[in-house]
């Protein structure tokens, strides 16, 4: 079953074109299904053949899920792991019946994005200091945030080529391998000109190779930040801005997609530009007041003009 494993997770490296986080993941998913199953027939998990990953092996794993507190849509996941890769197994002729598509995915529960409000974000945007280096790099890794949406991944992997400041966009590579344009605004581009001339001595310092990336964002070596240095430093300027705790670079992105829903953006044009695989996804973002949506009804229906 390990060698099995292994070249599911190669499959979707290259036939998924699946990126190194989802391929870990799905490791991680699949690791702890097949010891569960490996424990509930009593045996060793080297010993494990397809026929012993049936139905009960997959609710006994969900109850195993539930038992240990994790949340519905962890168990939806790793369910969801568990029957991709059993569709695999079957696809290869190691099993007869798939399991999978008889197990009911855990409905999840529904939350709202969180997200700042349009003073807050401004707050937070003001929060850098233009006197240093970093503080001028830092201001210009939140205007790019809120001004294009990008997840927390796509713009730490962010070069220099991908960034053109005359046509105010940026090409970033998402998840799955797919390439897309976002533009971002003029505070922006200002934000950017001015951190360049300041990463232009930042890099000096840094060891370079004949084939190595450009990164755009780089720390005080000149190296690419990286996924924890700009979360902890969101959250550090999301202190000091006193908007409220917790604030994580993905809520920027939901302030994004939120203020523009709130400003008469179409949910498929967000969806475009959060690089969204399905609508529905886009769609946790209609969490809009009674107040908006009566202005909205307002200004577009035809009888409910003032008078009416």
Known sequence: MNEHLKQFLQFLRLNRNASAHTVRAYESDLSQFLRHAAGAAGIKRFALTPQHLDRLAIRGFLADIHKRGLSRASAARKLAAARTFLRYLRREGLMDDDGGTLVPTPKREVRMPVHLSEDEMTRLLDAPSNDGALGRRDRAILELFYASGLRLSELVGLDVDDVNLSAQMVRTLGKGGKQRLVPF??????????????????????PRTRHAADPLFVNYRGT?????????????????????PGVSPHALRHSFATHLLQRG????????????ARLNTTQRYTHVNAAQLLEVYRKSHPKAGRAG
């Open 185 to 206: 605004n003029k505070t922006t581009t200002t934000a950017i000109r001015a951190y360049l001339k300041d990463r232009e001595l930042l890099v000096r310092s840094a």
């Open 224 to 244: 690419r930040l990286t996924v924890r240095s700009v979360d902890r430093l969101v959250r550090r300027y999301a202190l000091t801005s006193s908007v409220r």
């Open 265 to 276: 953006a179409d949910l498929r044009s967000i969806q475009e530009l959060l690089g969204h």
